[in-house]
């Protein structure tokens, strides 16, 4: 299993054969190289999402028709867009489980907001969530844009996540201090990788603050386009 991180939000997950794009942002991406794109998203076979912020979803309905390959995350959304973008999509809600062919994902709840700029305003589509990716003897907490929230217990009860991929930016999500007390307050994982952090200078541009209060787990800082191995 690899996990492969695409700069800010978006990270690659290649995990029981298949290959999972989550929240892909390419274009305008101040982390990913022009010139790295197809690297990118090569082999794709899925792409999740977690909300609708242009900063998870700007390229998610160009890589589907472009990649031929559906689109997975909240039903009403998803409904809609098979019916007026002409992509495929899997449609399902929290608490809900679909087999991607090999990998399990769990739709979670997540504290944020999600919307997208319309000529009439914002469209606001659903609501904000993150997953749960089982496969290969793991599983992934995905966290999406979150604050934490007493759900993470729950989250660790039913799943047991081992691996952490937490948005620890700060500013529009939890910090690193948060996603410290999160990880150390209803979890036990072995590893955690900050994501949606780095971008601008707005957000934390290290995660020394995460790896100073977690001493006995594995924090990665990841590189983009550098797969990590588990």
Request: one cysteine or more; hydrophobic letters at 45%.
């Amino acid at each position: 299993m690899q996990i492969v991180w695409l700069g800010h939000g978006s990270f690659r997950y290649e995990i029981e054969g298949k290959v999972l794009l989550v929240d892909p942002w390419l274009n305008g991406n101040p982390m990913m190289p022009e010139d790295r794109h197809a690297e990118a998203t090569a082999g794709a076979t899925h792409i999740l999402l977690t909300h609708a912020h242009f900063d998870h979803v700007v390229d998610v309905l160009g890589l589907a028709r472009a990649l031929n390959i559906p689109v997975v995350g909240q039903y009403d959304l998803m409904g809609h867009w098979a019916e007026t973008e002409g992509v495929e999509t899997i449609g399902f809600n929290k608490g809900g489980t679909v087999d991607l062919g090999g990998p399990k994902v769990t739709m979670v709840h997540a504290v944020h907001s999600t919307s997208f700029a319309t000529p009439n305003g914002p469209n606001v589509p659903g609501t904000e969530c993150g997953f749960m990716i089982a496969g290969e003897g793991h599983v992934i907490y995905h966290s999406g844009d979150t604050d934490v929230m007493a759900d993470m217990q729950v989250f660790a009860d039913l799943h047991s996540p081992d691996i952490g991929v937490l948005a620890a930016g700060g500013h529009f999500t939890m910090d690193m201090h948060r996603a410290a007390y999160a990880a150390k307050r209803f979890f036990d994982f072995k590893t955690i990788i900050p994501g949606h952090y780095r971008t601008f200078p707005l957000l934390e541009q290290s995660a020394d603050a995460l790896k100073a209060a977690l001493p006995g787990v594995d924090v990665i800082e990841p590189e983009v386009l550098v797969p990590m191995a588990f």
